[in-house]
């Protein structure tokens, strides 16, 4: 069994999607917000799942911060963690906590609309902006930089005429994200990744 936590800030589609697709090999022990108020905590509960909060706010400094949130992680026996709209920025000390083993759902292909001040519906509003054609989703190791690590799944959308960011946002989730998501969790678990 691969022990994972899934670190949230929002709504938590990405979250459901990881549950519902019931992964083999896999046991999602924990889910971590920085935001008590994120409909993903209810998600968690509703499914059984243990559902905390650990905001940077709570803490003199974000160092303190992330101290607490490595020592929750490794109190948990956590394998794997899984940023599915993590908007905290994730310090140094915790990637070499857990070296490849964190792993992102970026909203767009990678290196396209990616790094400091692209997240959510912000990453649409360019792709939109910028004209493209294809957009997409991509999940990736996370390393010292903003989107940098390597990437472990892709996976195209087309931009519809008459696309707002928020349908665009839609699309990306329902057609990329929920699927890549859970298919790269599913290979970590179960050893389809060179
Ligand atoms: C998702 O679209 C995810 O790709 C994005 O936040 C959304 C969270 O939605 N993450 C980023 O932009 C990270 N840079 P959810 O809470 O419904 O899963």
Redesign the pocket.
């Known amino acids: 069994m691969l022990n994972v936590a899934v670190l ?10 990881i549950i519902d697709a019931n992964i083999p090999n896999v046991d999602i022990k924990l889910v971590i917000s920085n935001n008590k108020k ?1 409909y ?1 905590l209810e998600r968690a509960k509703n499914a059984g799942i243990k559902a905390l909060c650990l905001s940077p706010k709570d803490y003199e400094d974000r160092e303190l911060f992330h101290e607490d949130l490595i020592k929750t992680l490794q109190e948990h026996e956590i394998q794997l963690v899984v ?5 905290v920025n994730i310090s140094p000390k915790m990637v070499q906590a857990f070296p490849r083993k964190i792993i ?4 767009s292909l990678i290196p396209s609309f ?1 790094g400091k001040g ?3 519906l ?2 649409h509003e360019a792709a939109l902006e910028r004209g493209v054609k294809v957009t997409g ?1 991509t999940v990736h190791y996370v390393d010292e930089g903003t ?1 940098t690590g390597p990437i472990i799944l892709q996976k195209p959308v087309m931009v519809e005429k008459g696309d707002t960011p928020e349908i665009l ?1 839609k699309r ?2 329902e057609q990329a ?1 929920w699927v890549i998501l859970p298919k790269a969790i599913e290979m970590i678990a179960n050893g389809g990744l060179e």
Not at 83 to 87: C, K, N
Not at 104 to 107: F, M, V
């Open positions: 949230v800030s929002g709504g938590g589609t990405n979250l459901q999607a994120a993903a940023l599915a709209g993590f908007l992102n759902i970026h909203p990616c692209y997240y959510g912000h990453v989703a989107d946002q990306v989730m994200e």
